[in-house]
């Protein structure tokens, strides 16, 4: 039977989709290009007794090549890529007096919010898409003429931290010619219950890696879009670059790391002419403080990330939940995902050799016109609407 999902933040209750993703599997007509967002790495494992913040992305790519995937490939190349669109953005807002500050645009629990509470914050939202969008687009243009596929063919699946993902690809900006560029999205918790049903035992499993000449690598920056702070970082280690010509001292951005649920950091940029102020803020309630702040004038920043979890994505409503240690897995999966930054040999997203390949062959240059079509959206005032009341999700909830 099929069973409903509760997220907190994005569409209240969801469809199982891992009976979709198994049809398509077992369609030999069909093309499967997988992707997985950077917080699922580090919780998935929990689901497999296995410890909280253990890095399984190997085993993942074991796991998705062993149930018969055609194309393993990683939401990390795309999170690359945000950073060169994003970034180039914000540049230009601030070289030609745009509206600022500016909202990262990642999380579609925020967009989800903005839209439907705060309308008049909309110009303030990067127009960047999300990496998952990003992902899809270009996997069904680029990766599919690079490597001879009709993408009529192609199903791209996602792997996300949470249930607001899933809303956000049926979004009908993210229809090309009527077919979706993400087909379709499962939740951590889906996609360890597709690996049980299937007997696939992660823990078990030898890890792979990618071997795309596409889109299969990332740099350090794109893993840490799975925390909180790690996208302001991230795009602060390219804007550094490209105002000054210089890399970021140190890389590693400690001002905005850490959980308090705002934090707040000035960077520098020598030889630049504007110093650059962010803010990072988590969790609804600081998403709506920050919007408040920012309609009454009284946000003194450039730039500012928002993610709508507590936590950010490692702490999605469709990842792993362990009862015991709750917070304890937490901080597990972001000391994680910041190890696998400090692993990579590339740290910086437009050091990425396949971002410079996919600019240079594909894209042109960060915001060009091609660009714009394809890695760019627009937001709409939504009404509000209660697709469930309270006492129906509980109702279902009990009901499995
Ligand atoms: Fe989804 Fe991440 Fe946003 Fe939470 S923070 S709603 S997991 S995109």
């Known amino acids: 039977g099929q069973c409903i999902l509760v997220c907190p933040v994005g569409a209240l209750a ?21 992707q997985f967002a950077p917080a699922i790495r580090v919780a998935l494992g929990e689901a497999f007794r296995m410890p909280p913040g253990e890095n399984v992305e ?30 180039t953005e914000l540049l230009h807002r601030i070289e030609k007096g745009g509206t600022l500050p500016m909202f990262t645009s990642c999380c579609p629990g925020w967009i989800n919010f903005a839209e439907k509470n705060f309308p008049e914050i909309l110009p303030h ?31 791209v699946i996602s792997i996300m931290p949470c249930t607001a993902k899933k809303e956000e690809a049926k ?22 219950r597709l690996l049980e049903r299937e007997g696939v035992d992660l823990s078990t499993l030898e890890p792979s890696a990618y071997d795309n000449p ?36 140190g ?28 803010a990072v803020a988590h969790s609804l309630k600081a998403a709506r403080h920050m919007a408040e702040m920012v309609l009454a004038g009284e946000a003194p920043y450039h730039f ?50 396949l971002i410079e390949k996919i600019y240079d062959d594909f894209l042109e240059e960060p915001n060009s016109h091609k660009a714009h079509d394809l890695l760019h959206t627009t937001y709409r005032k939504r009404k509000r609407t209660i697709k469930h009341t309270m006492k129906e999700i509980w109702q279902e909830i009990e009901a499995r």
């Open 125 to 155: 939202i990067s127009t960047t898409r999300s990496p998952q969008q990003c992902f899809g687009s270009m996997a069904k243009t680029y990766l599919a003429e690079g490597m001879g596929i009709d993408p009529k063919t192609m199903r």
């Open 14 to 34: 969801e469809r199982d989709d891992t009976e979709t993703v198994i049809d398509y599997l077992y369609d030999p007509r069909i093309v499967t290009v997988f």
């Open 251 to 278: 890389i590693e951005f400690q001002p905005v790391r850490g959980n308090e649920k705002v934090r707040e950091a000035k960077v520098d940029l020598q030889n630049g002419s504007h110093p650059v102020k962010v």
């Open 58 to 87: 190997g085993q993942i790519v074991t796991a998705l090549k062993h149930l018969g995937a055609d194309v393993v490939l990683d939401t990390n190349f795309t999170a690359d890529l945000v950073i060169m669109e994003e970034g």
């Open 171 to 192: 979004r009908p900006e993210f229809l090309n010619k009527g077919t979706p560029d993400v087909d379709v999205v499962l939740t951590t918790r889906e996609f360890a």
């Open 304 to 353: 500012i990330e928002i993610m709508a979890c507590p936590g950010g994505c490692m702490g999605g409503g469709g990842q792993p939940r362990s009862k015991k240690a709750y917070q304890a897995s937490w901080q597990e999966r972001q000391n994680a995902l910041y190890a696998i930054d400090r692993q990579r040999s590339v740290r910086q997203s437009h050091n990425n050799p």
């Open 214 to 249: 596409w889109m299969g690598d990332y740099t350090g920056a794109a893993a840490i879009f799975g925390t909180t702070g790690g996208v302001m970082e991230a795009a602060l280690r390219t804007v550094h670059k490209v105002v000054t010509g210089d890399e970021l001292e």
